[in-house]
């Protein structure tokens, strides 16, 4: 069974930074747009971020001009950059793979999940 395993999270004050990871031994990583969201308790699974095969990125608006998604194929691994945290980006933070090539914000659209990280950003 193939899984997705993020790494990077922890505990930040606001104004700091965090870089998750996302380690997916998929031997066809290439072929696939990869997403980031994330989950609070109680709360519906958000989107944060996704990119192409290619490289295009797409954000949430509640992220953009602050976190930065990036993949390295031959490492196979997706990145998140999150810059300047504020508390409401407290969260579960899970990568995710996109069963279309479509640009989408859609979770329903990801078939491939992995257990999350979790990020606590502190007043």
């Known amino acids: 069974q193939v899984q997705l395993e993020e790494s990077g999270g922890g505990l930040v004050q606001a104004g700091g930074s965090l870089r998750l990871s996302c380690a997916a031994p998929?031997?066809?990583?290439?072929?696939?747009?990869m997403g980031w969201f994330r989950q609070t308790p109680g709360a519906e699974r958000e989107f944060v971020a996704t990119?192409?095969?290619?490289?295009?990125?797409f954000y949430g608006d509640s992220v953009k001009g602050r976190f930065t998604i990036s993949r390295d194929n031959a490492k196979t691994a997706l990145y998140l950059q999150m810059n300047n945290l504020k508390p409401e980006d407290t969260a579960v933070y899970f990568c995710?793979?996109?069963?279309?090539?479509?640009?989408?914000?859609?979770?329903?659209?990801?078939?491939?999940w992995g257990r999350g990280t979790q990020v606590t950003v502190s007043p």
């Open positions: 998929l031997r066809t990583f290439t072929s696939y747009r």
């Open positions: 990119i192409s095969r290619g490289g295009d990125t």
């Open positions: 995710a793979r996109s069963r279309v090539m479509v640009r989408t914000a859609n979770r329903d659209s990801y078939d491939l």
